[in-house]
């Protein structure tokens, strides 16, 4: 604009009208918009919304547009995640071509070896080294690993939404966890046990043999402590049982931070219920269901709901530890290797297992006691038998998520429910405006 020859009225107006119009078509190139027949209209896109609400930039968008796939493992979505365009202006100094490729030698993952000075294959290579938590090159890394970082969980969370988008439910899920690798600096691979302080892998012996003790004993926790749900059953909230495992090859003031973050753990108890209408019922009702089937061929572990209808789980989340939480910045994730602050939270994510097909997925803040979600779902058109799975999926931690089997028996459709049901949304909508 400063740059004009010609600052006429005219000129100025060509000038802003073919930078209007060529962001307009980049923004569409980029599914973020779309511009109508009449060349006057345009209509936003889900893919623009999400670039939005996450503050990226649109060759970002549609960069995931184009290489996320319904099954994608952790693995290559860190390849997604390294070429997002947030990363295009990570520094790569003079020489670090050749620090990059030395450090690729000792990471577990291969990139291309012709692109050891793209911004983007440094980005691959920091990620990795903070999950395996290797030696860094230089000083220079270790700020480039944080401002890499800091990026990451907001491209993350962008990622999910548009596989939720999509309805994949094995990438949704992939995504979830890397961004449990992310702020734990591990990979998912790894025992969750390599989360505490100051733990490697030559001192996980000390659980499995505190877990013999345990069984012997016949108390308390009984079988092998492999991660840290079983960690935490082990301990039952005391700082000797903790102490008994580690005093081996641990100092005190190394237990000492290796318990705050074991104490600091969620444990969180989930209860389920379906909310929604059914034929000969006047009135909205809600249905506990069963958190544990043992016996699929009792009728009743199968929740019968009407075909093609809208129904809300309710999910009841209960921290069974929140006594331990007495302070707001306990709402704190406990992440060493993470460069800043990380508020804990969960992602409730619904799918039909059988298809691959993701449902729902639902934001969950910090559970300080209680917390009560409601996730809208349909019901299938076809009826008969079939298991939807929910998920809780930490944001923050590895190897505490959980997963819940719903068995229902879809019947046939109701047009009293689906109209009942329909009014009552109708009506919920009016009342939230």
């Not at 693995?75 to 050749?98: F, G, K, W």
């Not at 734990?184 to 046990?193: G, T």
């Not at 019901?379 to 008969?384: L, R």
């Amino acid at each position: 604009y400063y740059s004009l020859d010609d600052t006429s009225h005219e000129t100025i107006n060509k000038y802003l009208s073919n930078l209007v119009g060529r962001s307009l078509r980049d923004l569409e190139c980029s599914y973020c918009m779309e511009i109508q027949q009449d060349d006057h209209t345009i209509e936003p896109l889900t893919y623009g919304r999400i670039a939005s609400y996450y503050y990226l930039k649109h060759q970002t968008i549609r960069m995931f547009k184009e290489r996320l796939k319904p099954e994608l493992p952790v693995q290559e979505l860190l390849a997604v995640l390294s070429e997002a365009e947030e990363y295009a202006e990570l520094p790569v100094r003079h020489n670090e071509d050749q620090l990059n490729s030395e450090l690729a030698q000792r990471l577990p993952l291969p990139v291309n070896p012709h692109s050891y000075d793209s911004a983007h294959t440094k980005t691959h290579l920091l990620m990795q080294a903070h999950f395996s938590r290797a030696q860094l090159p230089c000083s220079d890394y270790g700020t480039d690993t944080k401002t890499a970082l800091d990026n990451a969980i907001r491209i993350c969370q962008a990622m999910l939404d548009v596989v939720a988008n999509e309805g994949w439910l094995v990438s949704a899920l992939s995504v979830c966890n890397l961004v449990q690798m992310i702020v734990q600096a591990r990979w998912l691979h790894d025992s969750s046990l390599l989360t505490l302080p100051h733990i490697e892998k030559q001192d996980l012996y000390v659980f499995r043999r505190w877990s013999g003790r345990a069984a012997r004993g016949g108390r308390g926790f009984q079988g092998p402590i492999e991660g840290l749900p079983e960690l935490i059953a082990a301990c039952d909230g005391k700082e000797d049982n903790f102490t008994s495992m580690v005093k081996e090859v641990l100092q005190p003031n190394q237990i000492s931070q290796a318990w705050l973050y074991v104490s600091h753990l969620p444990v969180v108890e989930v209860s389920l219920s379906v909310k929604g209408w059914w034929e000969g019922c006047e009135e909205q009702t809600e249905r506990t269901l069963p958190s544990n089937v043992t016996n699929i061929r009792d009728e009743s572990s199968w929740q019968p709901l009407h075909a093609d209808q809208e129904y809300v789980l309710q999910v009841s989340l209960r921290r069974l530890n929140a006594g331990q939480q007495r302070r707001k910045q306990d709402s704190r994730a406990q992440a060493p290797r993470f460069p800043k602050p990380k508020d804990e939270g969960w992602f409730l994510v619904l799918g039909e297992v059988e298809k691959k097909e993701l449902l729902a997925v639902k934001r969950v803040g910090f559970i300080r006691n209680r917390s009560s979600v409601s996730v809208a779902f349909y019901t299938p058109e076809k009826t008969g038998r079939c298991i939807y799975t929910l998920y809780l999926m930490s944001d923050s931690y590895l190897g505490l998520d959980q997963q819940y089997d719903l068995h229902l028996n879809i019947i046939p459709a109701s047009i009293a429910a689906q109209v009942n049901s329909e009014i009552s949304e109708s009506t919920g909508r009016t009342g939230r405006q």
